[in-house]
């Protein structure tokens, strides 16, 4: 869907010259919803505001649905720019229109008949549910809201493809949780592509398919989430992964030992489908044994959950015994045995 080569942007001020974006290659697939997080100046928001050339690229190829971007003239670039929807940190609506006027804004300039107008306004204000609000200004909308109107505005003329620079991070954590749901919503309901600017990992965790990780202008890593989350490879990448998992210190285990003196202690690693299983249950039903959670985190991805327990198992050691052995071979949990009551 996406195929961007060599792409570099070279900003040349008075006194310096910085390399914002790299020479990046990237490949996105149709109807995915693809990540970018990096900390601040790696070179984001240069990148996504490339792709609709609100950054003009100083070199590189950007393939949208076989179309080259860098090649339009302002006019074909006008018409690609209405398969490239946007939406931003700080909404960029227009204060002195209402709700409705501000979605119909793209569809005007697209030069769409005033009834024809009406009908697509009302689809989109009641797909991002704001049914009610058509008439109130954004002044009078909370934050969520404006960004629905952002999204709203940004769907109005079908595109194929949507940007977001940082598009939650100016609301609070439930506001972002409830637009990234409206995000997967309409990557669903449309099959829309999605390109996600982010600096924050938990936003990659809840939504996103792939992710890429930049710094200094260029890709350093990039893969499934999950086996981004399980294998971070790069400095930069395990600190955005301990921004959601902690550093994945785990209390003294030897204190932890000594506290639990019974019984035997394993730790058990979830990873993709494994935790959507009701293991604990499963194991207390199945066999004589008591299970009590010591320590832990389980967080969720796209493509399945992924996290470790640290679970002490107390009763007959053939017992226990046979619930290790039925996790092992029976299950696709992997089981680390910490202490073995023999
Ligand atoms: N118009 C510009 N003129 C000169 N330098 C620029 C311009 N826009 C961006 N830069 C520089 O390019 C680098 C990358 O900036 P960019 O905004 O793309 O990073 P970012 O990862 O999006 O960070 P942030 O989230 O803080 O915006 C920075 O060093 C920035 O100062």
């Given at each position: 869907?996406i ?7 070279v ?10 974006v ?21 070179g984001?928001?240069t990148?996504?505001r490339?792709?609709?050339?609100l ?8 393939k ?10 302002t ?6 720019r ?16 209402t ?15 005033k ?21 109130a200004?954004p ?11 952002g999204i709203a ?23 972002t949780?409830s637009i ?27 939504i996103?398919n792939r992710?890429?990780?930049?710094e200094n ?8 989430v ?5 294998h ?7 600190k955005f992964?301990e ?9 003294d ?21 494994s935790?959507n299983?009701?293991?604990i ?12 959670i ?32 039925y ?16």
């Amino acid at each position: 869907m996406i195929s961007i080569q060599g792409l570099r942007k070279v900003f040349k001020t008075k006194t310096n010259t910085i390399t914002a974006v790299d020479r990046l290659d990237l490949d996105i697939q149709d109807g995915e919803i693809f990540g970018v997080i990096g900390y601040s100046g790696a070179g984001k928001s240069t990148f996504v505001r490339l792709l609709n050339r609100l950054e003009e690229p100083s070199e590189g190829s950007i393939k949208i649905d076989d179309k080259e971007i860098t090649e339009l003239n302002t006019n074909e670039l006008r018409l690609a720019r209405q398969e490239i929807g946007m939406i931003f940190q700080h909404f960029n609506l227009l204060w002195s229109r209402t709700i409705e006027d501000n979605i119909a804004f793209p569809l005007e300039i697209a030069g769409v008949p005033k009834a024809e107008r009406d009908k697509r306004v009302e689809e989109l204000i009641r797909l991002v549910g704001l049914a009610g609000r058509e008439n109130a200004y954004p002044s009078q909308l909370s934050g969520g809201q404006k960004q629905r109107v952002g999204i709203a505005r940004a769907l109005a003329n079908n595109p194929k493809v949507l940007l977001c620079d940082e598009a939650t991070s100016a609301l609070d954590p439930e506001t972002t949780n409830s637009i990234l749901d409206l995000l997967v919503d309409i990557n669903q309901k449309l099959g829309l592509t999605i390109i996600l600017i982010t600096h924050e990992m938990h936003v990659i965790r809840k939504i996103c398919n792939r992710v890429a990780v930049m710094e200094n202008g260029k890709i350093v890593e990039q893969g499934d989430v999950l086996d981004v989350f399980l294998h971070p490879k790069e400095t930069v990448t395990k600190k955005f992964v301990e921004q959601v998992m902690g550093n994945g210190e785990e209390d003294d285990l030897e204190q932890l030992l000594a506290e639990y003196d019974q019984g035997n202690i394993i730790r058990l690693h979830f990873v993709g489908e494994s935790a959507n299983q009701a293991l604990i249950s499963q194991l207390a039903k199945k066999y004589n044994v008591d299970l009590n959670i010591l320590q832990g985190k389980i967080t969720q991805t796209q493509r399945g959950a992924y996290g470790t327990l640290i679970v002490q198992l107390l009763g007959n050691t053939d017992e226990i015994d046979k619930a290790v052995q039925y996790i092992t071979n029976k299950t696709s949990v992997e089981v680390e045995v910490i202490r073995n009551v023999k």
